[in-house]
């Protein structure tokens, strides 16, 4: 959590305010709440895949394995939800408004999926549909990084650490159970893993659009700015 920690210090440096997002008070609570909705909803993509038997287990995997995938699935989760939704994400939404920044942000979260070692245009596009709306949509709805950090891990770990598929064609190593996946992609995502299938991206928006529900009853989305609001903000910087 030192990232969290460096990062609540260069907002309160930076742009002299409390660094809200990541405030203490209630932190444990939302992340065990992100991470067990994260894992259940990944558990839901394999029973459905399973259910038309692109999924099977041979028996258990490596303990080790996913003792090990959960501290760097739990350190990858905070890095990501820092760096996209605590950064980028907010900074484009307080110029662009929430829906903009959403789309603008959850593309761009695809695109750095093509750099993994087993990626596809369709892995991209279903992370950019799935990932970068769903966790975006958690963080408006909620306005700290809490939930978003621990869905993002309950998922990933779940994928790898528990049913031992791959996580956006990373190459993910076994985890506690020995699988095998099989049959059309759509289905199964197939080298890009599960993040790839139609189930997954259909589960997603569905999430996504809950999230986006429960934000505009709370008030949270932010309309886009206009010019003169603009203009008017930077002469008052100015003064």
């Known amino acids: 959590m030192l990232s969290v920690v460096v ?12 660094s809200t997002e ?12 992100g991470a067990l909705l994260g894992a259940a909803l990944f558990g839901l993509v394999i029973v459905n895949i399973a259910f038309l038997d692109g999924y099977a287990v041979h028996g258990v995997g ?18 990501e939800e820092l760096m996209f939704r605590g950064v980028l994400f907010r900074i484009t939404e307080e110029r662009a408004g929430t829906w903009i920044a959403l789309v603008l942000t959850g593309v761009l979260f695809g695109l750095v999926h093509l750099l993994n070692p087993h990626a ?3 892995g991209a596009i ?5 990932a970068g709306g769903m966790l975006t949509a958690a963080y408006v709805a ?3 990084l809490w939930l ?47 993040e790839g299938s139609l189930y997954s991206v259909l589960f ?16 949270n989305l932010v309309p886009r700015r206009r010019r003169a609001d603009r203009v008017d903000a930077t002469i008052t910087l100015a003064r």
């Open 7 to 18: 990062y609540g210090w260069l907002v309160r440096r930076t742009e002299r305010r409390p």
């Open 22 to 33: 990541v405030a203490w008070n209630g932190a444990g609570v939302a992340i065990g709440r």
């Open 62 to 79: 490596s303990v080790t394995g996913a003792v090990g995938l959960f501290g760097f699935m739990a350190a990858a989760a905070v890095t």
């Open 120 to 122: 596809s245009l369709w």
């Open 126 to 130: 279903a992370v950019a549909i799935e």
């Open 142 to 144: 909620t306005r700290k």
């Open 148 to 194: 978003p950090i621990g869905l993002h891990f309950g998922w990933n770990f779940a994928a790898s650490g528990i049913f031992s598929t791959e996580v956006s064609g990373n190459g993910t190593p076994q985890g506690l159970l020995d699988s095998a996946m099989s049959g059309p992609v759509a289905l199964t995502g197939g080298d890009f893993g599960p």
């Open 204 to 219: 997603c928006v569905v999430v996504t659009i809950a999230f986006l529900w429960l934000a505009r009853r709370r008030g």
